[in-house]
């Protein structure tokens, strides 16, 4: 069976960086560890505004965002720990409500880091 080869990390980071699509990190505590360029374009925060504050600022309200915590521990289409197409609501810096479905998955090194990578796509149509 062929290996398939490895992207290098480098590659992989700034492919992450530049995508169009709403790319968000956060740690265990839910802290934002990364924000990429996407995210900017879209939500319009500046990486110094979001990078270190926790990830319920992209939402409208901390319902909505335990909402999203809750069926990403369920399941929602996927396996625990993991949640496919969630459609929920980020807040834009200037207060739009714009429409996302969510891809995230706990992924963890140790049992001391867990990290939940959010893959987001505006679902607006303008």
Request: glycine share 4%.
């Given at each position: 069976?062929?290996?398939?080869?490895?992207?290098?990390?480098?590659?992989?980071?700034?492919?992450?960086?530049?995508?169009?699509?709403?790319?968000?990190?956060?740690?265990?505590?839910?802290?934002?560890?990364?924000?990429?360029?996407g995210?900017?374009?879209?939500?319009?925060?500046?990486?110094?505004?979001?990078?270190?504050q926790?990830?319920?600022?992209?939402?409208?309200?901390?319902?909505?965002?335990?909402?999203?915590?809750?069926?990403?521990?369920?399941?929602?289409?996927?396996?625990?720990?993991?949640a496919?197409?969630?459609?929920?609501v980020?807040?834009?810096?200037?207060?739009?409500?714009?429409?996302?479905?969510?891809?995230?998955s706990?992924?963890?090194?140790?049992?001391?880091?867990?990290?939940?990578?959010?893959?987001?796509?505006?679902?607006?149509?303008?």
């Open positions: 069976m062929p290996t398939v080869p490895r992207l290098p990390s480098p590659y992989l980071e700034k492919l992450l960086a530049s995508s169009p699509d709403i790319i968000v990190a956060v740690d265990r505590t839910g802290t934002i560890i990364f924000y990429n360029d995210a900017r374009s879209t939500l319009c925060y500046t990486p110094e505004e979001v990078l270190g926790h990830v319920t600022r992209l939402y409208p309200d901390l319902a909505e965002a335990r909402k999203v915590m809750s069926a990403m521990r369920l399941g929602y289409g996927e396996p625990p720990g993991q496919k197409n969630y459609e929920t980020f807040v834009t810096k200037n207060g739009t409500r714009i429409p996302v479905a969510i891809c995230s706990a992924r963890s090194r140790s049992a001391s880091r867990t990290r939940s990578t959010t893959p987001s796509r505006s679902s607006s149509t303008t």
